[in-house]
């Protein structure tokens, strides 16, 4: 049973940062991307970053202030956030996608992260 567990959330004030994590037990039994979302109150979930065995993506709304990375045997993925604003405000989810075997995701409980002016 494949689980994802984030942590790292808190609150921070506008400009500082937080590094979250994520960690993948179990075993998908494909290949996969992970990948990060957030949802803030009242607002659907949106996509945050994203990354494979070629290449990182990130939403405009965090490029160039967000980091995800993660380990060689991709069961932990890290977003590292920088310069972080009030509107990144919301509950982060971590995600794992399976890209062949009948496309299966995955998700983490989620970790809530504030920022105040």
């Known amino acids: 049973q494949v689980q994802l567990v984030e942590s790292g959330g808190g609150s921070v004030q506008a400009g500082g940062s937080l590094r979250l994590s994520c960690v993948v037990s179990?075993?998908?039994?494909?290949?996969?991307?992970n990948s990060w979302y957030r949802q803030a109150p009242g607002k659907g979930r949106e996509f945050v970053s994203a990354?494979?065995?070629?290449?990182?993506s990130y939403a405009d709304s965090v490029k160039g202030r967000f980091i995800i990375s993660r380990n060689n045997a991709r069961n932990n993925v890290h977003l590292q956030m920088n310069s972080l604003k009030v509107e990144d405000t919301a509950t982060y989810y971590c995600?794992?996608?399976?890209?062949?075997?009948?496309?299966?995701?995955?998700w983490g409980q989620g970790t809530q992260v504030t920022v105040s002016s």
């Open positions: 179990g075993n998908p039994s494909c290949l996969y991307t």
């Open positions: 990354i494979d065995s070629i290449d990182a």
């Open positions: 995600k794992l996608s399976c890209v062949n075997g009948g496309g299966a995701q995955f």
